[in-house]
């Protein structure tokens, strides 16, 4: 399910869910992305962040927050750990809440 653009397609549930609205959190400086290697939450391909991941969900105070926000801005969150997620687990839960939209409008 894509849209043609001039340079490539882009899925539609990207475009439905897309939501600048949705601020980037504010950070306190206790969240493990800043206190510890950036590289550990682009991980290589085959690494599946489980380092930045485990980080993210035991013990950073704005969890919720920075996964709200990649969720709604994947353009701008496109790789890496986010909210404790990796790029294919926000893209699963993008499709389902996409279907779930689709199922209630119908
Ligand atoms: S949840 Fe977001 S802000 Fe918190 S450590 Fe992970 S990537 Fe950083």
Same mark, same amino acid.
């Given at each position: 399910?894509?849209?043609? @653009?001039?340079?490539?397609?882009?899925? =539609?549930?990207? @475009?439905?869910?897309?939501?600048?609205?949705?601020?980037?959190? *504010?950070? @306190?400086?206790? *969240?493990?992305?800043?206190?510890?290697?950036? *590289?550990?939450?682009?991980?290589?391909?085959?690494? %599946?962040?489980?380092?930045?991941?485990?980080?993210?969900?035991?013990?950073?105070? =704005? $969890?919720? !927050?920075?996964?709200?926000?990649?969720?709604? %801005?994947?353009?701008?969150?496109?790789?890496?750990?986010?909210?404790?997620?990796?790029?294919? !687990?926000? %893209?699963?839960?993008?499709?389902?809440?996409?279907?779930?939209? $689709? *199922?209630?409008?119908?």
């Amino acid at each position: 399910m894509t849209q043609k @653009t001039a340079d490539k397609p882009t899925p =539609v549930f990207h @475009t439905v869910l897309a939501d600048p609205e949705v601020p980037f959190p *504010e950070l @306190t400086g206790g *969240e493990p992305c800043r206190q510890t290697d950036s *590289e550990s939450w682009f991980p290589e391909q085959g690494d %599946n962040g489980g380092f930045a991941r485990s980080l993210c969900l035991t013990s950073c105070p =704005v $969890l919720q !927050e920075c996964r709200s926000w990649a969720l709604a %801005n994947p353009q701008l969150a496109s790789d890496g750990i986010w909210g404790g997620m990796t790029r294919s !687990e926000r %893209n699963a839960v993008r499709r389902r809440q996409a279907l779930q939209s $689709l *199922e209630a409008a119908a």
